[in-house]
């Protein structure tokens, strides 16, 4: 993970003690990063602050940073993590996924029916889009 995290430009910290936070506000956050298109953004930046910088995931104040980094309304999301918006919404996904199988991420589901587990090349990405779009044509 180290040297390929070197290639990618990823300067993994396997060294200190994080502190583990449950991640369903870091969840809603991707959530709400959807409708402003910076879903990619506010992963990224939730990735690096976790596995480079050892963060707490579960500070509201580090994730109105990485989401205003992103480029989302630092206010409307600092607002919004005070309140209980999308917290049934995202316990009932992550439900929804426990059920199905799914115990890790990344997990990349396509079109509902064909997933990848775990981090993957783009290629196997690719052949797994190319055989879904073949199986719906």
């Known amino acids: ?9 990823i300067a993994f910290d396997f060294e200190s003690e994080c502190r583990i ?10 959530r709400w990063a959807m409708s402003p298109n910076l879903q990619n953004e506010v992963a990224e930046g939730l990735m ?4 480079e910088d050892c963060a ?28 209980d918006k ?6 009932a996904e992550v439900n929804q996924a426990h059920q199905m199988g799914i115990q890790g ?10 997933g990848v587990s775990g981090a993957q090349e783009a290629s196997v990405l690719v052949q797994v889009i190319d055989k879904v779009q073949a199986d719906a044509a």
């Open 86 to 91: 999308d917290k049934d919404l995202i316990a």
């Open 48 to 51: 690096k602050a976790y596995f």
């Open 56 to 83: 707490f995931l579960g500070d509201h104040a580090l994730l109105v940073e990485i989401a205003t980094a992103a480029g989302m309304d630092g206010d409307l999301v600092k607002d919004l993590l005070a309140s």
């Open 21 to 30: 936070a449950n991640t369903l506000d870091a969840h809603r956050l991707i």
């Open 105 to 114: 991420v990344p997990m990349f589901i396509f079109n509902g029916k064909s």
């Open 1 to 9: 993970m180290l040297s390929v995290g070197g290639e990618l430009g």
